[in-house]
């Protein structure tokens, strides 16, 4: 059974910090490109971060670029999101995302059409 399990999320002062987990299970790890994607109250999902798990390349939205960085444990199939000088406006649902292959240059974070997708975990930045 495919499974993408988020951990990490809470609620944290504007300027603050958090690391999100993504342990994932019921597939090969290494074979896939991990994304994060967030969903704030009334908007769309969007992507934020990925990573090549096979060769490490990543990338990052301009709105987290600075901020946020994306780092993979193979040996543990997991996947970290460490995320700095939070915002309010970073508050939101964050996913984590699996999608085969490597990073593609002209759709690096593939939107929905990534194939599995875990249950999210809150991330609340307060002013």
């Known amino acids: 059974e495919v499974q993408l399990v988020e951990s990490g999320g809470g609620l944290v002062q504007a300027g603050g910090s958090l690391r999100l987990s993504c342990a994932a299970s019921g597939f090969i790890f290494r074979d896939y490109t991990i994304s994060w994607f967030r969903q704030a109250p009334g908007k769309e999902r969007e992507g934020v971060s990925t990573?090549?798990?096979?060769?490490?390349?990543?990338y990052y939205v301009d709105s987290v670029k600075g901020r946020f960085t994306i780092s993979s444990d193979n040996a543990k199939n997991t996947v970290y999101l460490q995320m700095n000088s939070l915002n309010p406006e970073d508050t939101a649902v964050y996913y984590c995302a699996a999608g085969y292959g490597t990073i593609d240059p002209g759709w690096p974070l593939r939107g929905e059409s990534n194939d599995y997708w875990g249950q999210g975990t809150q991330v609340t930045v307060s002013s």
């Open positions: 990573i090549s798990i096979s060769d490490g390349d990543t």
